[in-house]
């Protein structure tokens, strides 16, 4: 039997409002969403000591190469399965299933992230921000002749309706004006780290209007920051424009 299902593997940064993506196409009506099925395996794998770690570690499979295989590569009853992921999960793991998924790069300015992801798990380094990460798969991606999507963040809150829209030229689907508001509040499909990580999308119910950071950007920060900019200017070459 040829599967036809579209899968969908969006490969974001943290804290790069890919959490509100996922409610977006949350809201398609031809779309399943699947939030972060590989974070348990990086938690295992890695022994990063983010929030709530036991909890997920708990509430998800923790071998990455069988979530691959039974879950994004497995069987589902809609045309569309959109799988959230982050860039830097990707860690002791076949990445042969990549083969089989459209590829999209969800990535923001570092110096509107680093912050952020400051107050989440402490100084973060590279491996955390994920910009070096994404550029590394997209190359992978193209050595095996795929042409993989880069979104950026600033983009999609500046112009959702035309971002949106580029976005789903470019995976083969028709663009929903659905996709442009959902309820507030948890979902169903919220994953088990959600009330740590996810209190502003739950407030949310539409792309809030870009804004830049407010308050001088913190001084530890600043290596990283250096460190970050070359991946970030690689992958807003190729970001995809209303």
Request: with cysteine; hydrophobic share 40%.
């Amino acid at each position: 039997m040829i599967d036809s299902t579209n899968r969908i593997c969006l490969w974001s940064g943290p804290r790069n409002v890919s959490t509100a993506l996922m409610y977006s196409f949350s809201q398609r009506s031809d779309t399943t969403v699947v939030d972060e099925p590989l974070y348990a395996h990086f938690l295992r794998v890695s022994g990063a000591q983010h929030p709530l770690r036991e909890v997920c570690l708990a509430a998800q499979d923790c071998h990455g190469d069988r979530v691959a295989r039974e879950s994004i590569l497995g069987p589902w009853a809609s045309p569309v399965v959109f799988f959230k992921q982050m860039a830097h999960h990707l860690v002791d793991l076949n990445l042969d299933f990549m083969k089989s998924t459209r590829n999209v790069f969800l990535t923001r300015d570092p110096e509107e992230v680093l912050p952020s992801l400051l107050l989440r798990i402490g100084q973060p380094r590279m491996r955390d921000a994920g910009f070096a990460r994404q550029c590394e798969l997209i190359e992978m991606l193209e050595g095996w002749g795929q042409n993989p999507a880069v979104l950026d963040a600033r983009d999609l809150l500046t112009d959702p309706p035309g971002a949106l829209a580029a976005l789903c030229a470019y995976l083969e689907i028709p663009f929903e004006q659905a996709m442009l508001s959902w309820p507030d509040g948890p979902k169903e499909f919220d994953g088990a780290w959600a009330s740590e990580w996810y209190a502003s999308a739950h407030q949310s119910t539409e792309f809030r209007p870009y804004r830049p950071k407010p308050g001088p950007f913190p001084g530890e920060l600043r290596p990283l920051l250096e460190e970050c900019r070359p991946y970030y200017a690689r992958l807003q070459e190729r970001a995809l424009r209303a």
